[in-house]
């Protein structure tokens, strides 16, 4: 079994778990703790709530999800974010492993869904740890005070149930529709991403946002927390 959770423990170039600041952060937070769930539950919500959920960033190259960048930065989308949490872990001898699925959000704002083109996102990412004999799905992209403003209760994380999106916000509107899965991988596969949304979304209006987020450098391009909320279809 060790040998089969060897690729779910060492660094990679984008899970940089090796790095100083990702080991140091890792181990704040680990302080204390008596076992390794507990420790996996502090590294999620110090991810989940730790770093901003931010849609509007660049997404095209290895280094815009390198998990110490992410920690920096403070601010990625979900896979920066699946991505710090699972190299966080690895700093601490935890397994952890990515997964991927494509889902439809209800909740998007009016402005991500224009820029988009679309309520579908691809390859929406997770982490997955394995603790206690088994693989336990964690999902630290929202934090809590942005699922507040979305009227959606935010993501809680026990170390011993799966952690996934709810269908429906706290007043009973669509909210989250998982359609596609795209299974468990070590590192983040980025040519895949990059390529999937491409197909989704339209070479033009890909090739497009990557120009303008290397115009833009570290700057924004748009400031999501101040976007027009839509709150998604009333269900019977």
């Known amino acids: ?25 890792a181990r704040d937070q680990a302080a204390g ?16 709530d730790g770093i901003w959920y931010d849609p509007y960033l ?11 960048r ?22 601490l001898r935890i397994p952890a492993r990515l997964g991927f699925a494509d889902v439809r959000n209800h909740l998007a704002t ?5 820029f988009m083109g679309s309520d579908v996102f691809v390859y929406h990412g997770f982490t997955e740890f394995f603790l206690e ?14 699922c507040r403003r979305h009227g959606v209760a935010p993501l809680e994380f026990n170390g ?33 991403i990059v390529e999937a949304m491409r197909r989704e979304y339209g070479e ?9 987020y290397e115009a833009a450098g570290d700057a924004p391009i748009r400031r999501f927390e101040s976007e027009e909320v839509l709150r998604g279809e009333e269900t019977d």
Request: glycine share 4%.
């Open 1 to 25: 079994m060790e040998k089969d959770l060897a690729p779910y423990l060492r660094p990679t170039a984008i899970l940089d778990a090796d790095h100083p600041a990702v080991q140091a952060f």
């Open 33 to 48: 703790a008596p076992d390794p769930v507990v420790v996996a539950v502090r590294l999620y919500y110090a991810v989940r």
């Open 58 to 68: 660049p997404f095209h190259r290895p280094e815009d999800y390198r998990a110490s």
């Open 70 to 91: 992410v920690l920096a930065l403070g601010r990625a989308f979900c896979i920066g974010k699946a991505g710090l949490l699972c190299a966080l872990a690895r700093a």
């Open 110 to 114: 009016r402005q991500l869904i224009e």
């Open 133 to 146: 004999g088994r693989w336990v799905k964690a999902t630290p992209a929202f934090n809590a005070a942005l």
């Open 160 to 192: 011993r149930e799966d952690s996934l999106f709810q269908p429906f916000n706290e007043e009973r509107r669509r909210f989250m529709e998982y359609l596609r899965e795209h299974g468990s991988f070590d590192d983040i596969p980025v040519a895949a």
């Open 204 to 212: 033009e209006r890909v090739s497009g946002w990557i120009r303008a």
